[in-house]
């Protein structure tokens, strides 16, 4: 790694005379940068190079999220790099930070968590910080299929990474524990490490294109600040757009289903390479669930909430494609295919298997979806060779 120069403090008009003009004022090892204020989305503010306390060197941004950022940093203690989460210095992002470290010190209390989660190492607060240290990870299964421009992963990965998804969403449930969060970006690969291998993708020249795999399929899951818990008051709203399930949008209350429901949507996306249900509005997310899935059971829909009643017509079907608000949403949708043609589009081997899971993980009532544990029973995993 290229070696970073030093920024220089700036010296206030009330301090002693400069040094010599030959003699170079280098600040010593751990120092801690001039405060500075925030900026104005109350994220910590800093330049390369820099020390977070004493301990770490700030090397890279890593990523951002509405949390806050995450920071590659070398840990001068233990001689290795970490992922620090440093949290906005807004009370409710440290009031979810708070939540995080706790649901992460109950995960930590089992040993198999260490290979299922993300391990926390430490925390501290640093200027108005929450500041989570964790271990360093690979990129996120969404960074891998930016890379590839979207194109889906092998079938046996699919299944290696459903399979673990699947384990530590199960480890959490066992423990009363809702992610809430589920999606691509929340999963990480533990190594970087890849390989090139030829892709069926061709350009008009016949050129060979070439996309990335994975050397592992090693996966931990990540991004514990929205977890809720199983006996407490919940949000009316959770979950990334793309993958929240019906009964949230219905507004019928919700609990661990919902994780189910994501892990669903995840494993379509995994082997078709673009998000199940691409959308930011509510009726036409279940006109695409219609779409894909069949209609919305009655029973539901007379249940929804005073709010969600607006998107049916005598509560007993959806108001589409009439309160489409757009030709372009009413294409969106027909443009979806039913699950099962949209997994034998990149599922060849082992297809009728990973159909009837699906099924099982996205099915509308929440009560009747696969929990965890049963889908981690199912032939798609215990019986590779089944098509």
């Not at 994220?43 to 509405?66: P, Q």
């Not at 470290?101 to 299922?116: H, T």
């Not at 399929?217 to 979950?239: P, R």
């Amino acid at each position: 790694m290229e070696s970073r120069s030093r920024k220089r403090t700036r010296q206030t008009c009330d301090e002693a005379a400069a040094p010599p003009p030959e003699r170079e004022v280098v600040p010593r090892v751990g120092a801690s940068p001039p405060w500075r204020e925030d900026d104005r989305d109350g994220h910590y503010v800093f330049d390369l190079g820099e020390n977070l306390t004493r301990r770490y060197k700030i090397l890279s941004k890593m990523g951002e999220g509405t949390f806050g950022r995450v920071l590659e940093c070398w840990d001068r203690e233990t001689r290795e790099y970490v992922a620090i989460k440093v949290v906005r210095s807004i009370r409710k992002y440290r009031d979810a930070a708070m939540i995080e470290i706790d649901v992460l010190n109950r995960l930590a209390e089992n040993e198999k968590y260490r290979s299922l989660c993300v391990q926390i190492q430490r925390w501290f607060d640093y200027r108005n910080h929450i500041c989570i240290v964790f271990e360093k990870l690979g990129p996120s299964l969404y960074d891998f299929l930016k890379r590839n421009r979207y194109q889906p992963f092998p079938v046996e990965l699919v299944r290696d990474f459903g399979r673990q998804l699947l384990e530590s969403v199960a480890y959490m449930h066992e423990l009363r524990l809702i992610h809430t969060d589920l999606k691509p970006e929340n999963i990480l690969l533990v190594s970087s490490e890849y390989i090139k291998v030829p892709s069926s993708k061709k350009s008009s020249q016949d050129e060979m294109h070439f996309k990335c795999l994975p050397k592992s399929s090693a996966i931990k899951l990540i991004d514990f600040g929205s977890t809720a818990f199983d006996n407490q008051e919940h949000n009316s709203i959770v979950s990334t757009r793309h993958y929240r399930a019906p009964e949230i949008i219905l507004g019928l209350g919700w609990s661990s289903p919902c994780d189910i429901w994501s892990v669903g949507c995840i494993l379509v996306e995994l082997c078709s390479g673009e998000a199940l249900f691409q959308t930011h509005e509510n009726l036409e997310h279940l006109a695409m669930m219609e779409r894909v899935l069949g209609p919305i059971p009655e029973h539901m829909i007379r249940k929804a909430s005073s709010s969600a009643q607006k998107y049916f017509r005598r509560a007993t079907r959806l108001n589409w494609p009439e309160g489409a608000v757009s030709r372009e949403s009413i294409r969106a949708v027909r443009k979806l295919a039913r699950l099962k043609d949209l997994v034998s589009r990149n599922a060849d081997h082992s297809r009728a298997a990973l159909v009837d899971l699906l099924h099982g993980l996205l099915r509308f009532e929440p009560s009747e979806r696969l929990s965890a544990q049963e889908a981690l029973d199912h032939p798609f995993f215990r019986n590779p060779t089944m098509t």
